[in-house]
């Protein structure tokens, strides 16, 4: 059974950081890739990034470019999300995912398996 658990969020001033780790357990499976995709209130669920597990390529969404980065470790079994420079509307609950896929997608209805979501709140 997968279980992905997301860790890290908070309150944070705007202009600050946060890292978010998402540890994955039960990954029966050797191809696959793990995204982060955030859901503000009274919006859609919106893709952040994501990373192939085997390659490592990674897919990023213009509106974190070169604020967020997503990382990797295999022998934890966790992806990391750095979030720097953090706007208000940043704000959101941030999921963490698995596709059953060596390539990554930004379409969240492509990911197979979810974790319960952490808060982040960004302050002005």
């Known amino acids: 059974q997968v279980q992905l658990v997301e860790s890290g969020g908070g309150l944070v001033q705007a202009g600050g950081s946060l890292r978010l780790s998402c540890a994955a357990s039960?990954?029966?499976?050797?191809?696959?890739?793990m995204g982060w995709f955030r859901q503000a209130p009274g919006k859609e669920r919106e893709f952040v990034q994501a990373?192939?597990?085997?390659?490592?390529?990674?897919i990023y969404a213009d509106s974190v470019k070169g604020r967020f980065t997503i990382s990797r470790d295999n022998a934890r079994n966790t992806v990391y999300l750095q979030m720097n420079s953090l706007k208000p509307e940043d704000t959101a609950v941030y999921y963490c995912?698995?596709?059953?896929?060596?390539?990554?997608?930004?379409?969240?209805?492509?990911?197979?398996?979810w974790g319960q979501g952490t808060q982040v709140t960004v302050s002005s």
């Open positions: 995912a698995v596709r059953r896929s060596t390539w990554p997608s930004k379409n969240s209805s492509e990911y197979d398996y």
């Open positions: 039960g990954l029966a499976f050797s191809d696959y890739s």
């Open positions: 990373i192939s597990w085997r390659y490592g390529s990674i």
